[in-house]
T-cell receptor, first 110, second 115 residues
């Protein structure tokens, strides 16, 4: 049970921002939210993670709702190389491995 | 060299054969994992190990076994392969993050076909 809900697929135009939503309504106060992506024919790769406040890195930004029941991964300018499956993950409970759901397949149109 | 190396990258075998997939890492992480990926189903956890003396079953461990030979090595075995074990297998490692699973580093995957 992945314990997160994401849309199956999304589409974006190249060079436009993309907002990938995720619901995690049963999250506990100490669980981090993790985002990974899987490019075609590759293993998943880390994108970003956060606990309460918004986070930024060179790949993306993570906006976490004040009640922590949802979050949004923001790609500021989508490129063709951002076409991938994006996984939003929260731990099952405490100190446990990350459980991947089906993720959101992002298509980027030139 | 890759931080997480899986061998073999591709393997075709027959039903009933014993298969071992090997994983080695140079990250110095204590935690290692085996995931399986089937088309349209995301990744599912098979086994994981938080240190050399620790082995735990994941959500789909039936038909698989593992061995943690050293901090850097974690192998997955199929004692008697069956066709529905045809899948893409990923090994991963991680450190800890505030006591929880930290960033995962994945290998490039091992594609197994069981005929």
């Amino acid at each position: 049970d992945a314990k997160t809900t994401q849309p199956n697929s999304m589409e974006s135009n190249e060079e436009e921002p993309v907002h990938l939503p995720c619901n995690h309504s049963t999250i506990s106060g100490t669980d981090y939210i993790h985002w990974y992506r899987q490019l075609p024919s590759q293993g998943p790769e880390y994108v970003i993670h956060g606990l309460t406040s918004n986070v930024n890195n060179r790949m993306a930004s993570l906006a976490i709702a004040e009640d922590r029941k949802s979050s949004t991964l923001i790609l500021h300018r989508a490129t063709l190389r951002d076409a991938a499956v994006y996984y939003c993950i929260r731990p099952d409970s405490g100190n446990t491995p990350l459980v991947f759901g089906k993720g959101t397949r992002l298509s980027v149109i030139a | 060299d890759a931080d997480v190396t899986q061998t073999p990258r591709n393997r075709i075998t027959k039903t009933g054969k014993r298969i071992m997939l090997e994983c080695s890492q140079t990250k110095g992480h204590d935690r290692m994992y085996w995931y399986r990926q089937d088309p349209g189903l995301g990744l599912r956890l098979i086994y994981y190990s938080f240190d050399v003396k620790d082995i735990n079953k994941g959500e789909i461990s039936d038909g698989y076994s593992v061995s943690r030979q050293a901090q850097a090595k974690f192998s997955l075995s199929l004692e008697s392969a069956i066709p529905n074990q045809t899948a893409l297998y990923f090994c991963a490692t991680s450190d800890t993050l505030a006591g929880e699973t930290g960033e995962l580093f994945f290998g490039e995957g091992s594609r197994l076909t069981v005929l």
